[in-house]
């Protein structure tokens, strides 16, 4: 059974602070998502992660990862108040039969 | 940017009462997923559909869960008889063919089961 495991679950970061979540998983995956939800909102997909190695980034947040070492980060750099939410990974084993698996999520706050 | 809409974003219902959540997936999609999200808790897989049959299904996804896409835009989710437990936000989504844009997510409906 493939496991999903994030840390640190809560987050609580200076504005213009850098930090990292870690989202590690137990078994070979096809492909990585990270995700955003705001209280009581969707899920706002953020990031899809294909391949060993890669990278992406979107404005302060960037994004890795590393199959052989099963693990994904999400750096967010120069934290501002607008990134204060809950972030997700999820992993697919078989690309598009759906069935991602979510970690228990990070949920962020950036003060000023 | 197209949208998977959901409705009804809010519903309560009396316990053992049947409920069906409608969802319309982005027109040139062709994989479509029910998800949800018991308050506070991580978001659970419940089942995948495609070609017009269920692909996937969660260990969630009793004899009391059905799925149905009765014409060409809407995607159901029929809970037959809702248990209190039954209470969380079910998440729609879609997929295009080749899947490497991931997931679009509707807004989500909440249902309260009292």
């Known amino acids: 059974e493939l496991k999903v495991e994030q840390n640190p679950l809560f987050l609580s970061m200076q504005e213009g602070k850098n930090y990292t979540i870690y989202c590690n998983y137990s078994t070979t995956s096809d492909r990585l998502y990270w995700y955003r939800q705001d209280p009581g909102k969707s899920l706002e997909s953020l990031f899809v992660?294909?391949?060993?190695?890669a990278v992406k980034q979107e404005g302060r947040l960037m994004a890795s990862l590393d199959t052989k070492a099963r693990l994904s980060t999400l750096h967010i750099t120069a934290a501002v108040h607008d990134l204060s939410a809950t972030y997700f990974c999820a992993v697919d084993i078989f690309a598009n039969a759906g069935k991602s698996t979510f970690g228990d999520g990070t949920t962020l706050t950036v003060k000023p | 940017e197209p949208e998977v809409t959901q409705t009804p974003s809010h519903q309560v219902t009396q316990m053992g009462q049947e409920v069906i959540l409608r969802c319309v997936p982005i027109?040139?999609?062709?994989?479509f997923y029910w998800y949800r999200q018991i308050l506070g808790q991580k978001v659970e897989f419940l089942v995948s559909?495609?070609?017009?049959?269920?692909?996937?299904k969660s260990e969630i996804f009793d004899d009391q869960f059905s799925v149905e896409r009765p014409d060409g835009s809407n995607f159901t989710l029929k809970i037959r008889s809702t248990k209190l437990e039954d209470s969380a936000m079910y998440f729609c989504?879609?997929?295009?063919?080749?899947?490497?844009?991931?997931?679009?997510f509707g807004s989500g409906t909440r249902l309260t089961v009292v």
């Open positions: 027109s040139n999609h062709l994989y």
């Open positions: 559909f495609y070609n017009n049959e269920i692909s996937e």
């Open positions: 992660l294909l391949s060993n190695g």
């Open positions: 989504a879609s997929s295009d063919p080749q899947g490497a844009r991931g997931y679009t």
